[in-house]
């Protein structure tokens, strides 16, 4: 079973920037894709980003291409997001999860971190 824990969340202005960090434990991740997830306000949660951990490809959402970055840390075992230019639109709980490579069900989630930018 594999543990997500997510932090770095918190208030910013637009324009500004943030770094989400996802610690996991339980298991090695190199067959696993991790993603950012998002979920607003009386919305539906939606992909933000993935990164596959073995060879590190990534995909994101065209709302947020060329803003945002996903990242990892083989060492640390931990997936990041670098959130630039960030927008009103981009106020949500974010989250972690993680999937089998070779699957499509996002099994593991954390738990989230708000993420709240002002006009």
């Known amino acids: 079973q594999v543990q997500l824990v997510e932090s770095g969340g918190g208030l910013v202005q637009a324009g500004g920037s943030l770094r989400l960090s996802c610690a996991a434990s339980g298991r090695t991740l190199s067959s696993y894709v991790m993603g950012w997830f998002r979920q607003a306000p009386g919305k539906e949660r939606e992909f933000v980003a993935s990164?596959?951990?073995?060879?590190?490809?990534?995909s994101y959402a065209d709302s947020v291409k060329g803003r945002f970055t996903i990242s990892r840390d083989n060492a640390k075992n931990t997936v990041y997001l670098q959130m630039n230019s960030l927008k009103p639109e981009d106020t949500a709980v974010y989250y972690c999860a993680g999937r089998q490579s070779y699957g499509t069900i996002w099994r593991h989630w954390g738990q989230g971190t708000q993420v709240t930018v002002s006009s």
């Open positions: 990164i596959r951990w073995s060879g590190g490809s990534t």
